[in-house]
């Protein structure tokens, strides 16, 4: 079993044996659950009145929901029947369930950013810094208007690989800037730049993973237990987007750390070779 505990030994000293530490250190899954459940209950009523209220998108926010999952066009509908229809969500609204859902909002916010600290073993920031989510859950909602604006576009050959560069460079700006904006400015932006692209990475992962899996199981468990079966399959994938946002950013640090350390050994090593070296 010698080369058993060589192998272990060498995966802990690895960058991937750092990376699975800090994840279990961080309770990846249990703050990617945490994700998904606040971000059932407080954010998606609050984006259903945003959908509601853009004039270029009246089929709301189950549209912009069921081209997150990648659903073919039968589970849509499932999707579709679970939020109520734009007019009727802009007409049962009052100013004070507004308010309500930007405070949810802004819960939602705080939820990312303790993540981020998690991620970065930074302490928490101080109150009167929640004005940060207030600037974030705008830029989110303008994120996701623009994203749904990129992908309601009539389907053209020509214009497949601009929609797809506009889709990855509007989310890696996103990411990016989140982590800077969330987190006081307390880590520079290189060191945050690989969290964003491997961020990018994740969501295209895993938008081929619900096209693939959860597409079907949405028709399947709308057949089996109606609107529940449905609910459920989103509760999972936003457990899975919640998994790729706070990853992504652990992957992105260990990257960086990595990169941190191979040009320090690099450095030295230059420094050893020219004090040897004979003088000229």
Known sequence: MWWFHRMHGSFRGSAAGRGWRRGKDLELMHRA???????????VPLLIVVAAADPADGQGFAQW???GLGVSEASQDEV???????????????????????????????VVQTGYEKVWELPPARWHTMWRHLVW?????????????????????GDLAWRVSAAAASAWVFFWWSQRLLLGGR??????????????????????????????????NAVAYGPV????????????VGFVVFGGALVGRV??????????????????????????
């Open 187 to 220: 880590v520079p932006w290189g060191a945050l730049l690989p969290g964003a692209v491997s961020t990018v990475i994740g969501l295209a992962g895993l938008w081929v993973f619900s096209h693939l899996v959860f597409s079907p199981l949405i028709a399947s």
């Open 80 to 110: 579709e029947r679970l939020f109520a229809p734009p007019s009727s969500a802009l007409e049962s609204t009052t100013g004070f369930g507004l308010a309500a859902l930007a405070g949810f909002g802004l819960t939602f916010g705080g």
């Open 65 to 67: 929901l069921a081209e």
């Open 229 to 240: 079966g449905t609910v459920l399959v989103i509760q999972s994938w936003l457990v899975g």
């Open 255 to 280: 990257l960086y750390e990595e990169r941190w350390l191979l040009g320090r050994v690099a450095r030295q090593t230059v420094r050893r070779l020219t004090r040897r070296s004979p003088a000229p």
């Open 33 to 43: 659950t945490g994700f998904a459940a606040l971000g059932l209950l407080t954010l």
């Open 137 to 157: 859950l705008a830029g989110l909602i303008g994120y996701l208007l623009l994203s749904s604006y990129v992908a309601a576009r009539p389907v053209d050959a």
